[in-house]
């Protein structure tokens, strides 16, 4: 039996979830699912909220322009999920959907645009990428929803760095040839993983990087990589060797 039903209908909501909870839709989402999804009062669907787990809801009522949904059966416990940052230079529109999307099937707790010297654009469409962000949640069985933060200057990061939590930085003049051994270190501790700009960080940036005591420095390898691929092919590696891969 698989872990997830991805026959059924999930749907992200925002209060809490328990038996016998009632649920009025969204206008978006009441149009997903009366004139989407096409479902009728009795028919069911997947809910969850971050927090709660998961649970099976069934139309209750409402009509062509509301939707209630009634909270009848928990089907799964919240899952936690690796504690892992990602930090990372926002991109243009579609990859930045592709990253954000990507980031949040990979497991990451929390998403964090960085805006560097060389960041373009620097304007972020926060309200987009929570959308993204509970899309990908939706069609991938994932419980656990990752927090949005609003875009941060690097310096100010660096500057306000929780000592406790491991900077991975992703560099393509790092030295280490083997990034399992430079992350080995780090498993069961909290982890953020950072990618740059497209152009690499200005050196003043890179310097203030490498100042920070908490930096490990990895390579993602012999080819450069655009900075939505180096996003998954990080956070696999992080997640292989210090998340919940192993």
């Given amino acids: 039996m698989t872990r997830y039903d991805f026959g059924a209908h999930r749907m992200f909501v925002e209060g809490p979830l328990a038996p016998g909870t009632s649920i009025a839709c969204a206008p978006a989402q009441t149009n997903h699912l009366r004139n989407v999804l096409r479902l009728n009062v009795g028919d069911q669907l997947l809910v969850f909220n971050g927090r709660d787990g998961e649970w099976r809801a069934e139309i209750a009522g409402g009509g062509k322009r509301s ?19 990602y930090l990372f230079a926002p991109l243009k529109r579609a990859r930045l959907d592709y990253l954000v999307e990507k980031a949040t099937e990979m497991g990451a707790a929390r998403i964090r645009p960085i805006i560097t010297r060389r960041t373009t654009p620097e304007r972020v ?14 069609q991938c069985g994932i419980l656990r929803v990752p927090e949005v933060h609003e875009p941060e200057r690097l310096e100010r990061v660096l500057a306000g760095w929780d000592p406790s939590r491991a900077l991975v930085f992703c560099d393509e003049d790092a030295d280490v040839v083997d990034p399992i051994s430079a992350l080995d270190p780090l ?18 940036e890179r310097d203030l990087l490498l100042q920070l005591p908490q930096v490990v420095r990895i390579s993602l390898g012999p080819r450069i990589l655009r900075a939505d691929t180096a996003a998954v092919a990080a956070l ?11």
Avoid: C, T
């Fill in 187 to 204: 498993r069961s501790k909290p982890i953020a993983v950072m990618v740059g700009p497209e152009g690499g960080f200005d050196p003043a």
């Fill in 125 to 138: 469409n926060i309200e987009r990428m929570r959308a993204n962000v509970i899309g990908a949640a939706e």
């Fill in 236 to 246: 696999a590696l992080v997640n292989a060797v210090a998340g919940d891969w192993r």
């Fill in 67 to 85: 939707v209630e949904l009634g909270v009848r059966e928990h089907i799964r416990a919240q899952e936690a999920g690796p504690d892992v940052d």
